[in-house]
Nanobody, 118 residues
Framework: QVQLVESGGGLVQAGVSLRLSCAASGRAFMAWFRHSPGKEREFVAAISWSGISTYYADSVKGRFTISRSNAKNTVYLQMNSLKPEDTAVYYC???????????????WGQGTQVTVSS
């Protein structure tokens, strides 16, 4: 059983940065997804348990960076140059049951709201 707790969301203006954190009770392959009204849950980024391999959605590549501190059992999502279309509830997830970009993970956090105003 892996418990996940996200933090760091908020209301920001377009162009600024925000960092999300996900505290995990264990070490696993982890990812960030986001969900906005009227859309399906969307893959954002993923990171291997070692932190060596990272993966990004095309929509955030070059702006977002996923990283982890295994000493702290925490995964981060650094979001730069935020856009209004980044507005969503962001979820961290652990242990994919299938391919990493599909929302079929065994464990999910409760989500944290990110709102980007124009």
């Amino acid at each position: 059983q892996v418990q996940l707790v996200e933090s760091g969301g908020g209301l920001v203006q377009a162009g600024v940065s925000l960092r999300l954190s996900c505290a995990a009770s264990g070490r696993a392959f982890m990812a960030w997804f986001r969900h906005s009204p009227g859309k399906e849950r969307e893959f954002v980024a993923a990171i291997s348990w070692s932190g060596i391999s990272t993966y990004y959605a095309d929509s955030v590549k070059g702006r977002f960076t996923i990283s982890r501190s295994n000493a702290k059992n925490t995964v981060y999502l650094q979001m730069n140059s935020l856009k209004p279309e980044d507005t969503a509830v962001y979820y961290c997830a652990a242990e994919p049951r299938g391919v990493y970009y599909q929302p079929t993970y065994n464990y999910w956090g409760q989500g944290t709201q990110v709102t980007v105003s124009s």
